[in-house]
């Protein structure tokens, strides 16, 4: 059974920072791609950046490239997203997903197990 469960989420002002967590179990990151995704109050779903099975491949979404950092933790078995010069428009709710394939990947279809999601706030 796959499980993920995401953590670090919090309220923070504009240009801080937060680190978030996701612990998985029952998959291997070496074998899938590890994503995170966001959802903010009444819009969909949408990616932020996915790490490759692999690990020597990572890719961001325009909006957050250059201030957010996905990586991994393999004898953890966690991938983390550090979030750098917050903004308010950041605001949602993030999750973080395994995927099927190894390659990275941004739609939300490519994924097919999720973890609970950690709220994360920027105040202005």
């Known amino acids: 059974q796959v499980q993920l469960v995401e953590s670090g989420g919090g309220l923070v002002q504009a240009g801080g920072s937060l680190r978030l967590s996701c612990v998985v179990s029952?998959?291997?990151?070496?074998?899938?791609?590890m994503g995170w995704f966001r959802q903010a109050p009444g819009k969909e779903r949408e990616f932020v950046a996915a790490?490759?099975?692999?690990?020597?491949?990572?890719y961001y979404s325009d909006s957050v490239k250059g201030r957010f950092t996905v990586s991994r933790d393999i004898a953890k078995n966690t991938v983390y997203l550090q979030t750098n010069s917050l903004k308010p428009e950041d605001t949602a709710v993030y999750y973080c997903?395994?995927?099927?394939?190894?390659?990275?990947?941004?739609?939300?279809?490519?994924?097919?197990?999720w973890g609970q999601g950690t709220q994360v706030t920027v105040s202005s």
């Open positions: 029952g998959r291997a990151l070496r074998m899938f791609v």
């Open positions: 790490i490759s099975g692999s690990g020597a491949n990572t």
């Open positions: 997903a395994t995927g099927g394939s190894m390659a990275v990947r941004d739609d939300v279809d490519e994924y097919d197990y």
